[in-house]
């Protein structure tokens, strides 16, 4: 598998001197996110402005060899504009891109080693699966035997085998997604751009989908550019994600390092839930930083955790609820941790655990999960409790600039 | 009273139930009108069949319209006028001609104004402009102008001659059927066949031609026929190639004969037989 890939490379280079994709080192398992990772895609400052409106504003993004990337991010911040220009199908306004080393701003798609699933499918409709999937290795003309071979083994990855035959008209939703699938992995190009491909699969189907996209990457060593609006599948997939918003990045990182120290409001509310209460610096003793809610509180930040360059003393102090224990009110804090009184006011029963709103004195509610494993304190509506977390798992983050806060809807 | 959810429209919505009554008047007034209208529209057409297999029973082999008998003798003897033979010989290599040519400029014309607008097609207004003039203006005029032109920069009268000036009014119509069906093209298509490798040649070849072919053939099957039966332009233009429109005007004016009929139930056939294809393939394809 993975030679015939290496001699397909070869192949390329022969045949279409254009193609940037020869790289004799290529190795059979690409070693995903280490340090030492070749580059593959790199964006350079690009923007793309439609009607003087930036839809990417000055994206700056480095993605290695083998790497499962995630673009995130609500609905109309840029992610299918990113992908449509590393694509070739639009072109930057300014900036650089550069795949594999090479500049390829303004070269045309039909040069460029890459494949899109795309968000709208584009399933040629005159063709059948068997002449669709096969569309993309016809072009590179592998022989007709191979053709046969390869369609039939992507078609039976995605669990669609026997559709060689089909019209595309006649698929359900769900089966045109996969058909689009198969029809860019078969051609195992260098990097792999997916645009919201499973949004219409069931569940399961789902999970069995993601479970061969990782497979199929580690055996061929495909860079997946993954667009999704599934936090979880996001997280689960990806080795590194970003989160955009309105064209910018506003996190970049491992799914633990973004989710665990989101570095800005917008991705600590936008990547799962976050508890996030306003302060002010109060001072820095070395590795730990004070800071003084506005609700009179006093909590604990780790100073590594505090944004880069603060422009005002204000901060917002956030905890995700997972972290927080919920104890008696009369209960004792060990060192070390960050602790808050308040009152139950909800609590909901979700199988797994239960989950908690607790009201300050101030007003602001604060949402606990406490998992379901049997401990004999489950406060009830109405009792007083000592929330409690470690201050490691504290984080601050500028506050969001008004204006530029809660316009986007959440998708 | 039933409370059942049929029960409460009927009571519910008047207009329900006004719209009954002409739906029972429909059932016999719509067909009796339609019969109408298509008796009227193939009635020149019966005739022509018909009487294509009339005999003749006077000397002149002319047509007369009284019926004196079925016969096969005109089909049989349908090259027995060589004038008839030649003009419709021409006429058919006239529209072939031509309907190749305004069919691959007036698709292309109509792929450039679906997909280039603003800056990369300034002029697109005043295209489309002369598109609908183009279709609009009486023919009359048209063919006397092109005349004109012909005599002004002495050029002679002829297949050339026939052939420009049909392709000319044949392009509109062409571009026409061509934009409608490019109307609800996904250009996503074309994105996912250069994604996958394929050349803007190879793509129109393998993506684009392939879906608005439909379109394409309808285009060329109206360019064919407004060719074959041009008679006003052609009149002005044809010198000494005498297309069969012509033709059959100038013996019109003697007398027609039967071989007219002949030849028109043919083209007829063959036009009916294109029609229908074509039909069936835009089902198909739709
Ligand atoms: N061809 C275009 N012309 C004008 N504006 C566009 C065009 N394409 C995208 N935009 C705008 O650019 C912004 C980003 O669009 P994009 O399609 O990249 O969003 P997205 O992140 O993919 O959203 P979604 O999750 O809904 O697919 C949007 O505001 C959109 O309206
Ligand atoms: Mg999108």
């Excluded at chain 1, 061929?220 to 990806?238: N, P």
């Excluded at chain 1, 470690?390 to 809807?409: D, K, N, Y």
């Excluded at chain 2, 000319?168 to 490798?197: C, H, K």
Aim: hydrophobic share 45%; proline share 4%.
């Amino acid at each position: 598998m993975d030679e015939g890939r290496y001699a397909r490379r070869i192949q390329y280079e022969m045949t279409d001197g254009q193609v940037n994709t020869v790289n004799h080192s290529d190795g059979p398992t690409g070693d995903a996110g280490t340090d030492g990772a070749k580059v593959n895609v790199r964006l350079e400052h690009v923007t793309k402005t439609f009607d003087d409106v930036p839809a990417v504003d000055d994206l700056n993004l480095k993605i290695n060899e083998g790497e499962f990337f995630s673009l995130l991010g609500p609905s109309g911040c840029g992610k299918t504009t990113t992908l449509r220009m590393i694509g070739g199908f639009e072109e930057p306004t300014s900036g650089r891109i550069m795949l594999g080393g090479r500049d390829v701003t303004y070269m045309a798609p039909y040069h460029r080693d890459v494949n899109t699933v795309f968000q709208s499918y584009a399933l040629f409709p005159h063709l059948d699966v068997f002449e669709n999937i096969a569309f993309g290795l016809r072009r590179r003309k592998v022989d007709k035997a191979e053709v046969r071979r390869r369609v039939g083994a992507i078609l039976e990855v995605v669990d669609l085998p026997d559709f060689e035959r089909r019209r595309v008209n006649q698929l359900s939703g769900g089966q045109q997604q996969r058909i689009a699938l198969a029809r860019a992995l078969v051609n195992e190009p260098k990097l792999l751009l997916l645009d919201e491909p499973m949004s219409a699969l069931d569940a399961k189907l789902r999970h069995q989908m993601q479970i061969e996209l990782k497979s199929i990457q580690s055996r061929v060593g495909i860079t997946f550019l993954y667009v999704t609006h599934d936090q979880e599948e996001a997280m689960t997939m990806s080795d590194r994600l970003v989160v955009m918003r309105q064209g910018r990045i506003e996190g970049i990182g491992s799914p633990k390092d973004v989710y665990d120290n989101p570095s800005t409001e917008f991705v600590a509310t936008f990547l799962g839930a976050s508890n996030l209460l306003t302060g002010e610096v109060a001072r820095r003793d070395g590795s730990v930083t004070t800071i003084d809610l506005t609700n009179g509180s006093t909590l604990s930040v780790p100073t590594s955790r505090l944004p880069d360059q603060l422009t005002s003393t204000t901060v917002k102090v956030g905890v995700r609820p997972e972290k927080i224990s919920i104890v008696a009110a009369n209960a004792t804090v060990g060192p070390n941790q960050n602790s808050l009184r308040g009152r139950v006011r909800v609590s909901t029963f979700t199988g797994v655990g239960n989950q908690y709103l607790v009201e300050m004195a101030s007003g602001a509610d604060i949402t606990v999960y406490a998992q379901n494993i049997g401990e004999e304190l489950a406060p009830r509506s109405g009792d007083e409790v000592l929330l409690s977390w470690p201050v490691e798992h504290t984080f601050a983050v500028r506050p969001m600039e008004s204006g530029l806060s809660g316009e986007e809807s959440e998708s | 009273m039933s409370l059942t959810p049929f029960a409460r429209v009927d009571e519910s919505t008047g207009s329900e139930r006004a719209s009954r009554r002409p739906r029972r008047l429909g059932r016999f007034v719509l067909p009796t009108y339609s019969w109408l209208v298509i008796a009227y529209l193939v009635f020149p057409i019966a005739v022509m069949i018909v009487y294509s297999f009339n005999r003749v029973i006077s000397g002149l082999q002319l047509v007369s319209f009284a019926w004196n008998g079925f016969t096969f003798q005109w089909y049989e003897q349908w090259r027995s006028i060589p004038g008839l033979t030649s003009a419709f010989w021409l006429s058919i290599r006239l529209a072939l001609v031509s309907t190749v040519i305004a069919t691959a400029l007036g698709t292309l014309l109509a792929i450039a104004l679906v997909r280039y607008r603003g800056s990369k097609f300034r002029g697109k207004g005043g295209i489309e402009q002369i598109l609908f003039l183009n279709i609009a203006a009486p023919e009359i005029v048209m063919g006397a102008s092109l005349l004109g032109i012909f005599v002004t920069f002495n050029i002679a009268r002829g297949f050339l001659t026939l052939v420009l000036a049909h392709v000319m009014f044949s392009i509109a119509y062409v571009t026409v059927t061509v934009r409608a069906r490019l109307a609800g093209f996904d250009v996503s298509l074309e994105e996912a066949s250069y994604d996958l490798g394929a050349s803007p040649l190879g793509t129109f070849r393998l993506v684009t031609l392939p879906l608005i072919m439909p379109g394409v053939l309808a285009g060329a099957l109206m360019a064919f026929a407004l060719s074959i039966d041009d008679f006003v332009t052609s009149n002005f233009v044809s010198g000494s190639s005498v297309p069969f429109p012509v033709w059959v005007y100038g013996a019109s004016r003697v007398g027609t004969p039967p071989q007219v009929f002949v030849f028109g139930t043919v083209i007829f056939s063959v036009g009916i037989v294109f029609a229908l294809l074509s039909l069936g393939l835009s089902k198909k394809r739709a």
